[in-house]
């Protein structure tokens, strides 16, 4: 393993990112894992770290064919300050890529990281969490439109229970880098409210031991869930006043519909209302902290039976077939 360091320069700030670099005694692709675009999402760091632990511990390098570029924290200045964006202009690093000429520092972040390391790459997995006040169960995630460059299968691969495709967005990395290079990039979420969830940490090291076997860069049988569910976006059940909030289920438990999961308290109307679950499914996000305020969604359901009623509330998940790996693109 070699430690490195970026450094971005623009006008008067400065920021160093470390990155990570395993090279494999045989030839193979080079592929990038990266956590830490937003600074207050840690458990894609904590992956990242996990991630490097298990490299370290079974000295990969000698049984690996290729390289693998870690980067632990995209945002350096965003986790140290606790904050989504980047602390020198208040910028989203994931709304900043795909700029030929920076003009903020973002952007340069971006411009660097894609110029001087990414577009070494021929595949990346970027690690996120839902932020300071949410969590999600493990899930992967694509772009409509191909967006990202990562098929349906790409994303069933990773391993997770649940894949949801989104709409990408301008200066996404995922989006800015297929488009540049034809990179394909898959997104990660898992957990959030700025705690590590250790049990969803086991979920990268599985996640990406899949995409090694299947890149042929190490050897074993890849691991697929008997279960895999598809969601176009997601939707959740929105407060309507600021309120105090207790859930009586945990995130990733089933529930059935009128359940009650959880109480809300309205201290300004001296109001008490119960949370009954609309649909059948999974808690596929929760809302970690006990204060919510107005307009925040409360929880998100992965509807998986028939009993889901009308309403945007929830979306019900189509089962998937069960992944052929030979039929793969790699």
Known sequence: MKKRVLTVELGKYEVNIPYLEFEGEQDGPHIFLSGGMHGDEVNGIASINYLREWFLKDDIEKVLAGRITMLP???????????????????????????????????????????????????????????SRKAFVPHSRMHKGEKSGCTRELAQLFGTDIIIERQGHEGMMAVALHRQFDMPVLTVEMGGAQRIFPEYLKVSKHGVRNFLRAKKMLSGSIMLPDKQYFLEDRYGVIIKAPAMVSFSVNLGDFVHVSQKIGEIYYPLTQEHEDIVATSCGYILAQWMESQIPEGESIYDILATENCHPDGSSEERAALLQRLDISKIEM
């Open 73 to 131: 924290v995209l945002n350096p200045s965003g986790f140290a300050h606790m904050q989504r964006q980047v602390y020198e202009d208040n910028n989203d690093l994931n709304r900043s890529f795909g700029v030929d000429e920076p003009k903020t520092f973002a952007e340069q972040i971006a411009y660097d990281l894609t110029h001087k390391i990414l577009k070494e790459c021929e595949f990346g997995i970027d690690f996120h969490d839902s932020g």
